[in-house]
């Protein structure tokens, strides 16, 4: 019963991670061109998005840990697509490879690899994303950009369905902690980056969970969790928080090297 209790209340804390969400929130964002962001992906449950996600090799997606859930397992990743309307290109998921140390109340480590059930091939409408040096660390009021599916409120009344991509800038993490200290959350977690949110109208939101926080083609972040209502016409009072890439570089290269978890 306790159990069930903590998930309640975290899946309404954590509205950017949003994990049972149709889609995901895409504030203040533009729709996204066609020949741009080949690498995102769809991942999916059986009859539905439920996160973002990136490719990172030839048959593994990279994106968030809190988005595996064992009540709505994660079926599929669709690539190859901008709109979810179309079916793109499919594949099964073999293997979830959450971080070991991954801890959902505390959204430490939170990052997973989808070993994917066939390699994807590259071309005119899918890529790859490069991963970012290792400890790169961004400075304050860089720019980078995030993109998902669906809402652009907290309503369904504005889901989409087309790629939607927003620039944001990164937040000090002084300052991120700060104004994180007294929430849901004991601390701010080790190996994060704060970009968007913050006193803008521009950020992620609850379902985009796992999409890449792009720096320099890069993908520099994964998103974590953010602000808990989202609106194109408020102001955002908290800084989105996405895990540090880079800081997962050996972790993440094992993985590819061994083929799996």
């Known amino acids: 019963?306790?159990?069930?209790?903590?998930?309640?209340?975290?899946?309404?804390?954590?509205?950017?991670?949003?994990?049972?969400?149709?889609?995901?929130?895409?504030?203040?964002?533009?729709?996204?061109?066609?020949?741009?962001?080949?690498?995102?992906?769809?991942?999916?449950?059986?009859?539905?998005?439920?996160?973002?996600?990136?490719?990172?090799?030839?048959?593994?997606?990279?994106?968030?840990?809190?988005?595996?859930?064992d009540d709505y397992p994660l079926v599929r990743v669709v690539l190859g697509t901008h709109d979810l309307r179309k079916t793109g290109t499919v594949r099964n998921i073999v293997q979830r490879c959450k971080h070991p140390d991954f801890r959902h109340r505390t959204a430490e480590n939170d990052i997973m690899l989808l070993k994917l059930s066939q390699s994807v091939p590259v071309g005119r409408t899918i890529r790859r994303i490069p991963l970012p040096p290792p400890n790169m660390n961004l400075r304050p009021n860089q720019l980078c950009h995030v993109a998902g599916w669906g809402w652009t409120e907290d309503s369904d009344k504005h889901s989409v369905d087309d790629l939607r991509v927003v620039n944001v800038s990164v937040v000090n993490r002084n300052v991120c902690r700060r104004q994180w200290r007294n929430t849901w959350i004991p601390r701010l977690p080790a190996n994060v980056i704060c970009a968007g949110g913050y006193g803008?109208?521009?950020?992620?939101?609850?379902?985009?969970?796992?999409?890449?926080?792009?720096?320099?083609?890069?993908?520099?972040?994964?998103?974590?969790?953010?602000?808990?209502?989202?609106?194109?016409?408020?102001?955002?009072?908290l800084p989105n928080v996405y895990t540090d890439v880079s800081k997962f570089l050996p972790w993440i290269n094992n993985i590819l090297s061994h083929n799996g978890c």
């Open 1 to 69: 019963m306790m159990r069930a209790l903590q998930k309640f209340l975290l899946f309404h804390a954590l509205t950017c991670l949003g994990r049972n969400a149709l889609g995901s929130e895409i504030i203040h964002g533009q729709i996204a061109p066609r020949n741009q962001m080949l690498y995102m992906a769809s991942v999916q449950t059986r009859d539905r998005h439920v996160c973002g996600g990136s490719l990172i090799s030839k048959n593994f997606v990279l994106t968030a840990a809190h988005c595996d859930d």
């Open 200 to 237: 803008t109208f521009k950020g992620s939101c609850k379902g985009d969970s796992g999409g890449p926080l792009v720096y320099n083609g890069m993908a520099a972040g994964v998103v974590s969790f953010g602000n808990r209502l989202c609106s194109d016409n408020n102001k955002q009072d």
